[in-house]
């Protein structure tokens, strides 16, 4: 069974850095493309990073880009989200997702929570 | 960036009622469309992909249609454990975007 669980979630001031990692299980880790989603509290969805099969190619919405980093480790099956220079605005739940093969999230984590505050 | 449109905001339906939830595009995106659940305190769960097809395992009283950039959801027999927010997404070009959902109660 596929399973993505997500942690390093937690409270964190303004201007801080986080880190936040998925471990995959229950497939071949190295033949999707993962992602992370977003959603703050009471609202939508929102996608904040894409990156291919390898590592090689990464897609990050305006909102994010220049601040998030995402990175896999394909020999250990994990997906990771380097958040800097955080904003009260990224408070959310973030959620791991797998790509399915047209782009959309075939798979969720459970989620972990981000809150960005003094 | 591809701009969504969902309707409604929130409906109330009975048991056994059939609703339908609309999803319109800013731009065509060729029926690359997903619907995704979430119900309370849940993640969310992949429902319907390519606009109309099935994921496996979701039952058949959900069904996707559509084209262009109209694109809906239909529950056929709503259920209690149908009662959650949906939303739409497309897959058709980054960056990736998402309906602002809809809140489906039962009445």
């Known amino acids: 069974e596929v399973q993505l669980v997500e942690s390093g979630g937690g409270l964190v001031q303004p201007g801080r850095s986080l880190k936040l990692s998925c471990a995959a299980s229950g497939f071949t880790f190295n033949n999707y493309y993962m992602a992370w989603v977003r959603q703050a509290p009471k609202k939508g969805l929102e996608w904040v990073a894409t990156i291919s099969t390898r590592g090689t190619t990464t897609y990050y919405p305006d909102s994010v880009r220049g601040r998030f980093t995402v990175s896999r480790d394909n020999a250990n099956s994990s997906l990771y989200l380097q958040m800097n220079s955080l904003k009260s605005e990224d408070t959310a739940t973030y959620y791991c997702?797998?790509?399915?093969?047209?782009?959309?999230?075939?798979?969720w984590g459970q989620g972990v929570m981000v809150t960005v505050s003094s | 960036d591809i701009q969504m449109t969902q309707s409604p905001a929130s409906l109330s339906a009975s048991l056994g009622e059939t609703v339908s939830i609309e999803c319109l595009t800013s731009e065509g995106i060729s029926n690359d469309l997903a619907w995704y659940q979430q119900k309370s305190g849940k993640s969310p769960h992949l429902l319907i992909y390519s606009a109309s097809n099935l994921q496996d395992g979701v039952p058949s009283r959900f069904s996707g249609s559509g084209s262009g950039t109209r694109y809906s959801l239909k529950i056929s027999g709503m259920q209690p454990e149908d009662e959650a927010d949906y939303f739409c997404?497309?897959?058709?070009?980054?960056?990736?975007?998402f309906g602002s959902g809809t809140k489906v109660e039962i009445k």
């Open positions: 997404q497309q897959s058709y070009k980054y960056p990736l975007t």
């Open positions: 997702a797998r790509h399915s093969n047209r782009l959309s999230f075939d798979w």
